[in-house]
């Protein structure tokens, strides 16, 4: 048995599942994973045995259980430093953090209208609510590439929580067709090709189950 466990839910749907999956797998920690179906009748009961919100995903080491994809950031940050899933530098880490607390806390209306589905491919209009989400995001990644990326393929060069925020958004720019070009591409590309997003996303596509109107 591992020293961690992560709980998580469908790869193909729960996006914030992906993200702490992506910040854990970056430390090179040996971790088990559980898997718990979501909207399900039993989902929520079965949820609870593991985190108190109710959600996932869930991380429990030793005695510490700690939920919230953020919070499961933080803490690995702090006993894995050489993983870096900050940046070194306090003033750089400060605009990190925005970054990821703007993942977390917006971006509502993509969220609502183009959830996480990386097995498939559809259609969608973009009507102005999204696409007022979308120029944010996307120059939000021109802004961190062009002024802290320069070590790397990643918004601050090397991968970090900050890309593990985003990878989802990379997915939906996929699975709905949405344009991306020059700098946004390049990091889209970077991010896909990462290995343990490959990961998650072979699985994802390789999962039988199906949820009909899965948001977030």
Same mark, same amino acid.
């Given at each position: 048995m591992a020293e961690f466990t992560i709980y998580i839910g469908n790869k193909n749907y729960s996006s914030w599942s992906l993200r702490a999956w992506l910040m854990l797998k970056q430390?090179?920690?040996? =971790?088990?994973?559980?898997? /718990?179906? /979501?909207?399900?009748?039993?989902?929520r009961a079965e949820i609870l045995r593991y985190s108190p919100s109710g959600k996932v995903p869930t991380l429990v080491h030793g005695d510490v259980t700690v939920w919230e994809s953020l919070a499961i950031g933080e803490y690995l940050a702090e006993i894995f430093p050489a993983a870096k899933l900050w940046p070194e530098s306090p003033s750089v880490r400060a605009v990190a953090r925005a970054v990821?607390?703007?993942?977390?806390?917006?971006?509502?209306?993509?969220?609502?209208? =183009?959830?996480m589905n990386m097995r498939s491919v559809f259609d969608r209009d973009i009507i102005p609510e999204i696409q007022g989400d979308l120029d944010r995001i996307t120059a939000l990644w021109r802004d961190c590439r062009q002024h802290y990326g320069a070590g790397g393929d990643f918004l601050f060069g090397e991968f970090g929580i900050a890309d593990?925020?985003?990878?989802?958004?990379?997915?939906? =720019?996929?699975t709905f067709k949405l344009p991306l070009e020059g700098e946004t591409e390049a990091y889209a590309k970077? /991010?896909?090709?990462?290995?343990?997003?490959?990961?998650?996303?072979?699985?994802?596509?390789?999962?039988?189950? /199906?949820?009909?109107?899965?948001? =977030?």
């Amino acid at each position: 048995m591992a020293e961690f466990t992560i709980y998580i839910g469908n790869k193909n749907y729960s996006s914030w599942s992906l993200r702490a999956w992506l910040m854990l797998k970056q430390t090179g920690a040996a =971790f088990d994973e559980e898997l /718990i179906p /979501i909207a399900q009748p039993t989902s929520r009961a079965e949820i609870l045995r593991y985190s108190p919100s109710g959600k996932v995903p869930t991380l429990v080491h030793g005695d510490v259980t700690v939920w919230e994809s953020l919070a499961i950031g933080e803490y690995l940050a702090e006993i894995f430093p050489a993983a870096k899933l900050w940046p070194e530098s306090p003033s750089v880490r400060a605009v990190a953090r925005a970054v990821s607390h703007e993942m977390h806390a917006g971006f509502m209306a993509m969220r609502r209208h =183009f959830p996480m589905n990386m097995r498939s491919v559809f259609d969608r209009d973009i009507i102005p609510e999204i696409q007022g989400d979308l120029d944010r995001i996307t120059a939000l990644w021109r802004d961190c590439r062009q002024h802290y990326g320069a070590g790397g393929d990643f918004l601050f060069g090397e991968f970090g929580i900050a890309d593990a925020m985003y990878a989802p958004v990379v997915s939906r =720019f996929r699975t709905f067709k949405l344009p991306l070009e020059g700098e946004t591409e390049a990091y889209a590309k970077a /991010i896909e090709a990462w290995p343990a997003y490959q990961e998650w996303q072979a699985a994802a596509r390789n999962e039988p189950m /199906i949820v009909d109107q899965w948001e =977030f």
